[in-house]
Nanobody
Framework: QVQLVESGGGLVQAGGSLRLSCAAS????????MGWFRQAPGKEREFVTT????????IYADSVKGRFTISRDNAKNTVTLQMNSLKPEDTAVYYC??????????????WGRGTQVTVSS
């Protein structure tokens, strides 16, 4: 079965950096767009960024543009989210997702369990 496993979350001070990774198995990785979403307490899950199968195309939410970078390694079946200049409002559970290229949750068929990112002020 398909498994997406996130790692790399934690507690960081505002202005700091974190690197999230997602390891995928059970799917033909290179044929799927891979995205990151996040959900803060009491809020809806929101789109963060996505990358196409060939890494040629990416989309970022306005709130993270210029601070976050998504990348993937199709040889290792991994996708990475480098997060710089973190802000307290970036605090959320971050989810890795695999599916069709887009910004809507409904386009992603596969989801990880999430990793907590907490940014202190």
């Amino acid at each position: 079965q398909v498994q997406l496993v996130e790692s790399g979350g934690g507690l960081v001070q505002a202005g700091g950096s974190l690197r999230l990774s997602c390891a995928a198995s059970g799917l033909t990785f290179r044929t799927y767009a891979m995205g990151w979403f996040r959900q803060a307490p009491g809020k809806e899950r929101e789109f963060v960024t996505t990358i196409g199968g060939s890494s040629k195309f990416t989309i970022y939410a306005d709130s993270v543009k210029g601070r976050f970078t998504i990348s993937r390694d199709n040889a290792k079946n991994t996708v990475t989210l480098q997060m710089n200049s973190l802000k307290p409002e970036d605090t959320a559970v971050y989810y890795c997702a695999g599916g069709r290229y887009g910004t809507d949750k409904s386009e992603y068929a596969y989801w990880g369990r999430g990793t907590q990112v907490t940014v202190s002020s």
